[in-house]
């Protein structure tokens, strides 16, 4: 200090310095101000007059919290007191809303007060949250995206690993969502996705999270739901069901009526259940397994559900690996009529697989339905059964028989089933008229007017309708006489239960009595003892099918049964 070689400055030169000073903080671009220990302002720039909308003139000398009393006890008031208390420099980003502003501040304490500069950063803030809703906001729905859940999910892993807390995610995707986007269009599905995203929203509370995953996909992040698994299990149960019930009501999609429906996975969250990822893969994993029960449900996931997805994924490869090799075969089980006269044949679908043996359509066909496979396989038993009824017609002793096909609702309700079998048809030069499908309740009464039209078509040229599984369905017989049908197939089920002395005899009587009435034969199905066959016939019924009279047999079996039954002296 003493080796200071200047001279102290004078009166008029320290002014002159404080002039230029005050001038410098005038012109600087950071808002300035500098307050007393007793809060009170003593300098304010140029900058800070126009953020602050205040004049130099009316605010010097005032204390800061009198002037701004809507920051006593906020973040602003906070940050300086601390500084003050600390002796240390405070840097801050905090969003003033009595003068809509966004501030960067920095404050440092001396001996005099504080002086704070602050920037506005309102632009940037605004730039910021736009990028933000680019970058984690479905811009469809507005609901957060895949990328802001897999963030909130794995903030909430976060905060239960350090507490007791649990939560919940529920994974959900519609139900045949794609037949929507194919029939009516991407618009309409849009349209259908953005009121999805607002009934999914009106389920849950606002602190809960609803995101559109992808696609038809969406999850639910419930967070905080309880202190233990129960608890949580609870809510989640309960926000399921509101899901599921929130689809009921029809969409109007441009004034038509949607109905859609939900499958949902649900998975509880809480300090032990691992990263993110397995989390979501959980909550997808359970709403498989809804999908596979029929949709329209919600799961909850348990262990094991990975093995069980994984084996399913593996038959389904299967599956498109044997429609590929040519490895189902078509087998044919005879029906007959009271005198055991062979009137045709159901064409059963079997798979010979290289490991398992031969494998029973129980097993496969579910699958084959859910994912699609159905369709190519479906026309290639109708192609091959077609074929086959063409084979029968060559010879006179097997020309009158019929040939039933089971049709999937997949298939039936494809826009060109109609042609498709007509081409089958063509192809093979098979009668259309010995041609019958055999159709399933729950199948006729989607959009019962379409399918009519389709049937109608379809009975132009001949080819027969039968009502299969009978009594098993929707139980509504009200539209039963307006559906173009030839055939009641009446369910193994009630031939057997009437055997055991249930109520099967008095459906198998129904049944028959309304065949009558509705001039349209009835054949009982899975008859497999004389007592049945006795049975089935005194209630009325002419045809039948069953282990009684035959097994589903392979091609050239069936040619041994025709052959031997006319041995036997039967009519075929
Ligand atoms: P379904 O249409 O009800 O076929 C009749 C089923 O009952 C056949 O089983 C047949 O083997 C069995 N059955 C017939 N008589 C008797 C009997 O006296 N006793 C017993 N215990 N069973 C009898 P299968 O072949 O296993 O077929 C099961 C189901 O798979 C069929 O039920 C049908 O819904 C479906 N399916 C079979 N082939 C096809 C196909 O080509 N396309 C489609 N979409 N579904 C098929
Ligand atoms: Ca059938
Ligand atoms: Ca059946």
């Excluded at 969502?177 to 509370?205: C, M, T």
């Excluded at 399913?312 to 040519?326: C, I, K, M, S, W």
Aim: with cysteine; net charge negative.
């Amino acid at each position: 200090m003493t080796s200071d070689p200047r001279p102290p400055p004078t009166e008029t030169e320290a002014q002159r310095l404080g002039v230029r000073l005050a001038c410098t903080l005038d012109n600087i671009s950071d808002a300035f101000l500098m307050l007393d220990r007793q809060w009170r302002l003593t300098f304010i720039n140029r900058e800070a007059e126009r953020l602050l909308q205040c004049k130099r003139a009316e605010v010097l000398g005032m204390n800061i919290w009198q002037r701004f009393p809507e920051a006593v006890g906020g973040p602003y008031y906070q940050a300086y007191h601390r500084a003050v208390a600390t002796r240390s420099s405070v840097l801050f980003e905090e969003y003033y809303a009595p003068l809509d502003l966004w501030t960067e501040v920095r404050a440092y304490p001396s001996d005099e007060g504080l002086a704070i500069y602050f920037l506005d950063i309102s632009t940037r803030k605004a730039q910021e949250a736009a990028f933000h809703k680019l970058a984690f906001f479905d811009r469809l729905t507005g609901l957060p995206n895949r990328q802001l859940l897999v963030d909130r999910v794995g903030q909430a892993l976060e905060r239960f690993r350090r507490s007791q807390y649990c939560g919940a995610v529920l994974f959900i995707d519609l139900d045949n969502f794609k037949s929507v986007n194919d029939a009516r269009g991407h618009d309409k599905g849009d349209l259908l996705l953005q009121q999805v995203a607002g009934r999914l929203k009106e389920s849950v509370r606002a602190s809960d999270t609803v995101a559109r995953f992808g696609g038809d996909e969406f999850v639910v992040l419930l967070e905080g739901v309880g202190e233990s698994g129960e608890a949580a299990a609870q809510h989640a149960r309960e926000v399921a069901g509101k899901i599921l019930r929130a689809f009921d009501a029809p969409f109007d999609i441009e004034g038509v009526q949607h109905y859609s429906t939900p499958s949902v996975g649900v998975t509880i969250i809480d300090r032990s259940s691992g990263s993110t990822e397995e989390v979501l893969k959980r909550a997808d994993l359970a709403m498989y397994q809804s999908k596979a029960a029929g949709r329209n449900t919600s799961t909850w996931f348990e262990a094991g559900m990975e093995q069980r997805v994984a084996a399913r994924a593996a038959l389904e490869a299967d599956l498109r690996q044997a429609l590929n090799e040519g490895r189902f075969e078509l087998h044919y089980q005879p029906q007959c009529d009271l005198r055991q006269r062979m009137t045709g044949a159901e064409a059963l679908l079997r798979w010979r697989h290289p490991q398992r043996g031969m494998v029973q359509p129980g097993e496969f066909i579910p699958l084959t339905e859910e994912t699609g496979i159905i369709i190519p396989l479906g026309s290639w038993v109708l192609r091959t059964a077609c074929a086959q009824l063409a084979r029968w017609a060559a010879q006179p002793r097997t020309e009158g028989l019929r040939m039933a096909v089971n049709v999937s609702a997949q298939q039936f309700h494809r826009p060109d089933f109609v042609e498709q079998v007509l081409q089958a048809l063509a192809d093979t030069g098979a009668n259309p008229g010995r041609l019958k499908l055999e159709l399933t309740e729950s199948l006729l009464l989607k959009d019962v007017e379409a399918t009519i039209a389709r049937m109608e078509r379809l009975r132009e040229v001949g080819v027969g309708f039968s009502l299969d599984d009978f009594g098993t369905g929707y139980s509504s017989l009200s539209y039963l006489h307006r559906l173009p049908l030839e055939q009641l197939k009446i369910d193994r089920s009630f031939i057997w239960d009437a055997g055991t002395g249930r109520h099967g005899k008095a459906i198998v009587h129904t049944i028959a009595g309304l065949g009558k009435a509705l001039r349209i034969e009835v054949m009982a199905e899975g008859v497999e003892t004389d007592a049945q066959l006795a049975m089935v016939e005194e209630g009325g019924c002419h045809l039948f099918q069953g282990y009684l009279y035959s097994k589903p047999l392979a091609p050239d079996a069936l040619a041994a049964f025709i052959a031997q039954a006319s041995l036997a002296g039967f009519h075929v």
